[in-house]
Structure formats: structure tokens, C-alpha cells
């Protein structure tokens, strides 16, 4: 018994394994449904002490952007080291705002981008890549699938943050 268990685990590892190796594509969808979401964002709101869903949401998909924002500390080995920090807002009905800021390791260097995203009639579920080689984690726009975000590599962090932005962009279509 003990040796057919010990099997069942190496293989579980070998697979495990050979997995880690390629690129990890995920959506955020099979977290969306019923139950869950409510639960999820009543732990936001409670969070955050507020009763806005989206305030909530807002707060929350921020809180993790900046969490997980590529510093120029963990860009070690590369010749152009800078800090990437986004912030989401929500200036009118069905449009998000996105801010880029990045700035240099070395100067005082910024450079600020802005990215409005129309979310009718976008798909919600936001999808992410975590490349097995390199140290960021992409979240794809969800308007044409393009790279949009560049966080830390943390395939946790990539997932909530993708889980946060969908019901956010659900959230907003509602109105």
C-alpha cells in the first residue's frame, strides 16, 4: 500500500513539474459564479468598509496593483531598471480609466500614460500569463487581448487581481 501511495505522489510531482515549465494562461472565469461572488464581495465591502460594490472592487483591484507593481529592485540584471505602477478609476458610466506611471531607478524621470477601456460589451474574465522564464505576470486586455498589465511574477497575486478586475468590469456593465 505505502509503495502504490508513494508512486501515485511521484507522479503527481512529475506532472507537477513538467508543468511549472510552460507559460501559465488563466482566466478568472470558473471564479465568477453564484455564491462565491456574493461571499467575495462581502468580504469586500466589509473590507473596506463601504457598501459600494464597485468602491469596493475599485479599492481592492488598486490595493493589489500596487501590491504587486514591478519595482525596480526585483528588475535585477536588466540594463533599464524602473518602477511600474498602475491605478484603475472610474470617470463615467462604462469607461475605465487606466493610469500608467514609470519612472526611472536612477533620475527623476516619470512618465504618465492614460488608457480609457469602454466595458460594453467587452468579455469580463480577464486573462493572465505567467511566464515560467522572467519575473512578470501579463493580464490581457480584455478588448482585444493584447498585453495590458505587467505585474510581479506571483501567480496568486495575478489571479486576485484578474478575479477583482472581472467583477469590476461585470460590475460596471450592470449600469
Same mark, same amino acid.
Given at each position: 500500500? /505505502? !509503495?502504490?501511495?508513494?508512486?501515485?505522489?511521484?507522479?503527481?510531482?512529475?506532472?507537477?513539474?513538467?508543468?511549472?515549465? &510552460?507559460?501559465?494562461?488563466? =482566466?478568472?472565469?470558473? /471564479? !465568477?459564479?453564484?455564491?462565491?461572488? &456574493?461571499?467575495?464581495?462581502?468580504?469586500?465591502?466589509?473590507?473596506?468598509?463601504?457598501?459600494?460594490?464597485?468602491?469596493?472592487?475599485? &479599492?481592492?483591484?488598486?490595493?493589489?496593483?500596487?501590491?504587486? &507593481?514591478?519595482?525596480?529592485?526585483?528588475? +535585477?540584471?536588466?540594463? /533599464?531598471?524602473?518602477?511600474?505602477?498602475?491605478?484603475?478609476?472610474?470617470? =463615467?458610466?462604462? #469607461?475605465?480609466?487606466?493610469? /500608467?506611471?514609470?519612472? =526611472? #531607478?536612477?533620475?527623476?524621470?516619470?512618465?504618465?500614460?492614460?488608457?480609457? !477601456?469602454?466595458?460594453?460589451? !467587452?468579455?469580463?474574465?480577464?486573462?493572465?500569463?505567467?511566464?515560467?522564464?522572467?519575473?512578470?505576470?501579463?493580464?490581457?486586455?480584455?478588448?482585444?487581448?493584447?498585453?495590458?498589465?505587467? +505585474?510581479?511574477?506571483?501567480?496568486?497575486? =495575478?489571479?486576485?487581481?484578474?478575479?477583482?478586475?472581472?467583477?469590476?468590469?461585470?460590475?460596471?456593465?450592470?449600469?
Amino acid at each position: 500500500m /505505502q !509503495l502504490g501511495l508513494t508512486r501515485r505522489l511521484s507522479g503527481l510531482l512529475l506532472l507537477l513539474s513538467l508543468g511549472g515549465a &510552460a507559460p501559465v494562461a488563466v =482566466a478568472a472565469e470558473a /471564479q !465568477l459564479g453564484g455564491d462565491e461572488q &456574493a461571499r467575495y464581495l462581502a468580504e469586500l465591502k466589509r473590507l473596506y468598509l463601504t457598501q459600494d460594490e464597485r468602491k469596493a472592487l475599485l &479599492a481592492h483591484s488598486n490595493t493589489l496593483l500596487d501590491t504587486y &507593481a514591478l519595482r525596480a529592485a526585483y528588475q +535585477v540584471g536588466q540594463a /533599464q531598471r524602473s518602477d511600474l505602477r498602475y491605478q484603475l478609476s472610474v470617470p =463615467a458610466p462604462g #469607461e475605465l480609466l487606466i493610469r /500608467q506611471e514609470v519612472r =526611472a #531607478e536612477k533620475g527623476m524621470d516619470l512618465t504618465v500614460s492614460n488608457q480609457r !477601456l469602454s466595458v460594453f460589451g !467587452l468579455d469580463p474574465y480577464i486573462r493572465y500569463e505567467c511566464p515560467a522564464t522572467g519575473i512578470v505576470c501579463v493580464l490581457q486586455n480584455p478588448a482585444d487581448g493584447s498585453p495590458w498589465l505587467r +505585474v510581479l511574477r506571483d501567480h496568486q497575486g =495575478a489571479a486576485e487581481l484578474a478575479k477583482a478586475i472581472s467583477f469590476l468590469i461585470r460590475n460596471m456593465q450592470k449600469s
